[in-house]
């Protein structure tokens, strides 16, 4: 594919001046029509070495207002992003709405440069490749504009570039050992490159080749694409709201009759002496554990989720009691501030995820997306429709990346919910604890237990299974959440 390009493919520098001058001025408009219309933008810089990326990005951002976009440029990940599943720098890097954000290099990496370097087997690659696809995916569906170049130049023109630059003191730098070890191996490293290309060419994110011998033809090629890219997703969603219709299409989902709920046995209990006893046992048994997860590099997400006053805060304080402070955080989540809604709602997460070793707990979780914001109409029946799959995305990548995850339903019946409503009421200390949207909320609870039926249901993977706590019994629930994860935890580390 690559190999059979044209790169005889010229322009005169008078024509290119005036194509881009041209192009630049559409490009500045987009711009501003696309900050007036919310949709952010994703420019992928990728290619051979020497191809010339950072010069064609200089180029395509004289036409942009510097307050509109950022540039990142991906090298070698540092200590801190190692340590994180691969895709989190990037995800903590996707642009507000209205916004560009433009890469040089990018999630590309692990299935290019490194697979060349580091000899990845192909087992690793297609997870990659497969988390790359569902990346894209999400952020398209959530309308973000994806643009990808990939700049391509023959074996002598690559030689010829290096030689070049080591000749001047000032540019040697840019070339090193393994830059010529690809070259060396060229018709190798073109080989990785296509099979990327072909693995992650999609009608949503699709690749432009770029023929880059000749820069001025390259550089009105890369700003027409973007200008046309642009053009069409403006067009696309102005003609969708003047059709009064949300962007995408709702996918048929099946409705599910299944009743979770409804078979949990909340009559477990277990009296105060046992409980002692166990929870004594069990976050002795933890405290081991986590010396062992540092230890291993091993990172945990816990996540709970329950009906309001179902204990998932006595359960939380439990299960941190014998944890070394360093080595977990626990992450309350409320409603998305201003920030976190100009972002795809995953964002704000992907932001906490724990470092290889470390412990993230989250007291509420992504699922809102399913639950309050299905409920409340916070999102479209398209989003939180959308919601299931690209949430099991998400934890299908950090299982992937080495994360244990467990999700955890705090649940109680309706009795037993107002029951503890009135004692906080009663009490001066837990006033706080209640308020009149808890009350409200219990008005929808028919609602709430389809919508967490429908959850558990299309959620609960192999790789990050719910787990439902029977939560009448708070010392039975406090005991139940601690030994399963004492339990998952062990079987990791026996892994």
Same mark, same amino acid.
């Given at each position: 594919?690559?190999?059979?390009?044209?790169?005889?493919?010229?322009?005169?520098?008078?024509?290119?001046?005036?194509?881009?001058?041209?192009?630049?001025?559409?490009?500045?408009?987009?711009?501003?029509?696309?900050?007036?219309?919310?949709?952010?933008?994703? &420019?992928?810089?990728?290619?051979?070495?020497?191809?010339?990326?950072?010069?064609?990005?200089?180029?395509?951002?004289?036409?942009?207002?510097?307050?509109?976009?950022?540039?990142?440029?991906?090298?070698?990940?540092?200590?801190?992003?190692?340590?994180?599943?691969?895709?989190?720098?990037?995800?903590?890097?996707?642009?507000?709405?209205?916004?560009?954000?433009?890469?040089?290099?990018?999630?590309?990496?692990?299935?290019?440069?490194?697979?060349?370097?580091?000899?990845?087997?192909?087992?690793?690659? /297609?997870?990659?490749?497969?988390? &790359?696809?569902?990346? /894209?995916?999400?952020?398209?569906?959530?309308?973000?504009?994806? &643009?990808?170049?990939?700049?391509?130049?023959?074996?002598?023109?690559?030689?010829?570039?290096?030689?070049?630059?080591?000749?001047?003191? /000032?540019?040697?730098?840019?070339?090193?050992?393994?830059?010529?070890?690809?070259?060396?191996?060229? *018709?190798?490293?073109?080989?990785?490159?296509?099979?990327?290309? *072909?693995?992650?060419?999609?009608?949503?994110?699709?690749?432009?080749?770029?023929?880059?011998?000749?820069?001025?033809?390259?550089?009105?090629?890369?700003?027409?694409?973007?200008?046309?890219?642009?053009?069409?997703?403006?067009?696309?969603?102005?003609?969708?709201?003047?059709?009064?219709?949300?962007?995408?299409?709702?996918?048929?989902?099946?409705?599910?009759?299944?009743?979770?709920?409804?078979?949990?046995?909340?009559?477990?209990?277990?009296?105060?002496?046992?409980?002692?006893?166990?929870?004594?046992?069990?976050?002795?048994?933890?405290?081991?554990?986590?010396?062992?997860?540092?230890?291993?590099?091993?990172?945990?997400?816990?996540?709970?989720?329950?009906?309001?006053?179902?204990?998932?805060?006595?359960?939380?304080?439990?299960?941190?009691?014998?944890?070394?402070?360093?080595?977990?955080?626990?992450?309350?989540?409320?409603?998305?501030?201003?920030?976190?809604?100009?972002?795809?709602?995953?964002?704000?997460?992907?932001?906490?995820?724990?470092?290889?070793?470390?412990?993230?707990?989250?007291?509420?979780?992504?699922?809102?997306?399913?639950?309050?914001?299905?409920? *409340?109409?916070?999102?479209?029946?398209?989003?939180?429709?959308?919601?299931?799959?690209? &949430?099991?995305?998400?934890?299908?990548?950090?299982?992937?990346?080495?994360?244990?995850?467990?999700?955890?339903?705090?649940?109680?019946?309706? /009795?037993?919910?107002?029951?503890?409503?009135?004692?906080?009421?009663?009490?001066?200390?837990?006033?706080?604890?209640?308020?009149?949207?808890?009350?409200?909320?219990?008005?929808?609870?028919?609602?709430?237990?389809?919508?967490?039926?429908?959850?558990?249901?299309?959620?609960?993977?192999?790789?990050?299974?719910?787990?439902?706590v029977e939560g009448n019994s708070k010392y039975y629930a406090r005991v139940k959440v601690l030994k399963t994860v004492?339990?998952?935890?062990?079987?990791?580390?026996?892994?």
């Amino acid at each position: 594919m690559l190999e059979k390009m044209d790169l005889s493919k010229t322009m005169k520098p008078k024509e290119a001046k005036q194509q881009q001058e041209e192009a630049g001025a559409r490009l500045g408009w987009l711009q501003r029509e696309c900050k007036k219309e919310g949709i952010p933008v994703i &420019i992928v810089f990728e290619g051979m070495g020497a191809a010339g990326k950072g010069i064609q990005i200089n180029r395509l951002i004289q036409s942009l207002d510097p307050r509109g976009f950022a540039v990142y440029t991906s090298n070698h990940p540092t200590r801190e992003e190692r340590l994180r599943p691969f895709l989190w720098r990037y995800w903590t890097r996707t642009p507000e709405k209205g916004r560009f954000a433009i890469f040089d290099r990018s999630w590309y990496r692990s299935v290019q440069v490194d697979r060349f370097s580091e000899g990845r087997g192909d087992k690793k690659i /297609e997870i990659d490749y497969h988390d &790359i696809r569902s990346f /894209e995916k999400q952020l398209y569906d959530d309308g973000t504009v994806l &643009i990808k170049f990939f700049l391509y130049i023959d074996k002598k023109e690559q030689k010829k570039r290096f030689e070049r630059l080591e000749a001047s003191k /000032e540019t040697s730098w840019r070339v090193t050992k393994e830059d010529w070890k690809r070259n060396k191996a060229f *018709e190798e490293y073109v080989q990785i490159n296509e099979q990327m290309l *072909e693995a992650t060419d999609s009608d949503y994110a699709p690749w432009t080749l770029v023929e880059a011998v000749d820069k001025n033809y390259a550089a009105v090629k890369i700003i027409t694409t973007v200008c046309e890219r642009l053009e069409y997703a403006l067009a696309r969603r102005r003609q969708l709201a003047q059709a009064g219709v949300e962007a995408g299409e709702v996918v048929p989902r099946e409705v599910f009759k299944n009743d979770v709920l409804s078979g949990i046995d909340l009559s477990k209990n277990l009296e105060r002496e046992e409980y002692k006893a166990q929870i004594d046992h069990l976050q002795k048994k933890l405290e081991r554990l986590h010396n062992e997860l540092y230890h291993r590099r091993i990172p945990v997400i816990i996540g709970f989720e329950g009906w309001d006053a179902a204990g998932k805060g006595g359960a939380i304080r439990r299960l941190t009691s014998h944890l070394d402070p360093r080595g977990y955080q626990v992450i309350p989540t409320a409603a998305p501030n201003d920030i976190e809604k100009k972002h795809h709602y995953l964002w704000r997460f992907y932001n906490e995820m724990p470092k290889a070793g470390h412990i993230a707990i989250f007291d509420r979780t992504w699922y809102g997306r399913v639950m309050v914001e299905r409920i *409340e109409n916070f999102c479209t029946e398209e989003e939180w429709t959308r919601a299931y799959g690209e &949430i099991n995305e998400m934890e299908k990548h950090l299982a992937n990346s080495g994360a244990v995850i467990l999700k955890f339903w705090l649940h109680i019946d309706k /009795e037993e919910q107002e029951k503890r409503f009135t004692a906080r009421m009663e009490d001066p200390a837990k006033q706080w604890k209640i308020t009149e949207e808890d009350w409200r909320n219990r008005e929808k609870w028919d609602q709430y237990e389809s919508a967490v039926n429908e959850m558990l249901i299309r959620t609960s993977t192999t790789y990050a299974p719910w787990v439902v706590v029977e939560g009448n019994s708070k010392y039975y629930a406090r005991v139940k959440v601690l030994k399963t994860v004492v339990d998952a935890i062990e079987q990791r580390l026996k892994s």
